[in-house]
């Protein structure tokens, strides 16, 4: 014991010179002008919070995938699901996909009522979608197809209720965007916003991707 | 990292910050046919019963599926690995293994709970 800790004694005095930490100004790591904020921060950051999306997605997609056939001696997809109306629901998020394509083409030409009008037209899309999806879920509620009568109604509502909350609220952000860029234009911070919105739509048509195929196709298939 | 880096100084432009994120009229268009086209044709596998056989037909559209979110990924989301360094890709490869983890372990498991602890079996044993 005595023998370990003399040497390290000894040791340390003359070893704590060679250790001092190289004087650097610590304020040279802010940036207090914010000069250096590339912008590709926000977008990576946003991209990040979509790939969390899509975890919750995942489980809800899990879940359905577990108890989706638990019908406990009640309605099954196929006496429920009206194929072409969810047809005409996916082509309304795939025109809104394309549409908010072109809002972003003219904002880059810098057009500013053009962006505004396809960012409508959007929005209108969003809202047919969104509409179809509320008309769908009262007949099924009014056919006595509610969440609460199996664990598969329950799974089914959860996901495709969680995909159209997300919908109702991207139309939201889309609104305030449309008032933001009337107010101050296409000025760089409102073109960073409409690059989120835009990922986040396209995200959620993507998502849709897999509600329209895994719960509705599939579940008529069974 | 390097691309990080260039992709950094790029941004000091104004305007133009996030010139990897940005698709042309021409990728919108090849997205969008090539999205109405894979959403068709499972609707019509479905529909009209094309291939007569339900578990070929869902194996098919799950295929279809797959492709779509990719075409989306590409000509929408406009991903590609050079973005942001890599770091995105590696972000959705990250994603993309934990959904595979969810999905394959909650069926898996819940398949063997489910054959192995029915009621049935408890009376039985």
Redesign the interface.
């Known amino acids: 014991m005595a023998t370990h800790a003399s040497p390290a004694m000894n040791f340390e005095p003359g070893r704590s010179p060679s250790v001092t930490i190289p004087q650097v100004d610590p304020t040279a790591f802010y940036d207090a002008k914010g000069e250096?904020h590339?912008?590709?921060s926000t977008?990576?950051g946003f991209?990040?919070y979509l790939?969390s999306d899509?975890?919750i997605f995942?489980?809800l997609?899990?879940?359905y995938?577990?108890v989706g056939r638990n019908y406990a001696a009640g309605p099954s997809p196929k006496d429920l699901f009206d194929?072409?109306l969810v047809?005409l629901n996916?082509?309304m998020l795939?025109f809104s996909?394309?549409t908010y394509?072109?809002a972003?083409?003219e904002m880059?030409k810098g057009d500013l009522s053009r962006v505004q009008i396809w960012l409508a037209v959007t929005g209108l899309f969003g809202l047919a979608f969104v509409g179809l999806e509320l008309y769908e879920f009262h007949h099924l509620i009014h056919e006595g197809a509610t969440p609460q009568r199996s664990a598969f109604l329950s799974a089914f509502f959860t996901l495709v209720g969680t995909h159209g909350l997300h919908v109702s609220l991207g139309i939201v952000w889309l609104v305030t965007l449309m008032a933001q860029v009337h107010k101050r234009g296409l000025v760089?911070e409102n073109?960073?916003r409409l690059?989120c919105l835009s990922?986040f739509w396209?995200?959620l048509?993507?998502i849709w991707?897999?509600v329209?195929?895994?719960v509705y196709?599939?579940g008529?298939?069974? | 990292m390097s691309a990080a880096s260039k992709a950094g100084h790029d941004d000091h432009g104004h305007g133009h910050a996030d010139a990897g994120s940005h698709g042309t009229f021409k990728d919108y268009m090849t997205g969008f046919v090539l999205s109405v086209v894979l959403t068709a044709i499972p609707f019509i596998l479905v529909m009209g019963n094309v291939l007569g056989n339900d578990r070929i037909t869902g194996i098919v559209i799950m295929g279809f599926a797959v492709a779509q979110i990719v075409v989306h990924m590409i000509y929408f989301l406009h991903m590609n690995t050079k973005s942001e360094g890599g770091w995105t890709v590696l972000a959705l490869i990250f994603t993309l293994t934990l959904v595979i983890i969810t999905l394959a372990g909650s069926l898996w498991v819940m398949y063997h709970l489910n054959t192995n602890m029915m009621p049935q079996h408890m009376h039985m044993g």
């Open positions: 250096h590339p912008e590709g977008m990576l991209w990040l790939m899509c975890l995942a489980a997609f899990a879940t995938a577990v194929l072409p047809a996916t082509s795939l996909s394309i394509g072109f972003m083409l880059e760089p073109k960073r690059l990922m396209h995200f048509d993507v991707i897999g329209f195929t895994f196709l599939m008529v298939l069974q």
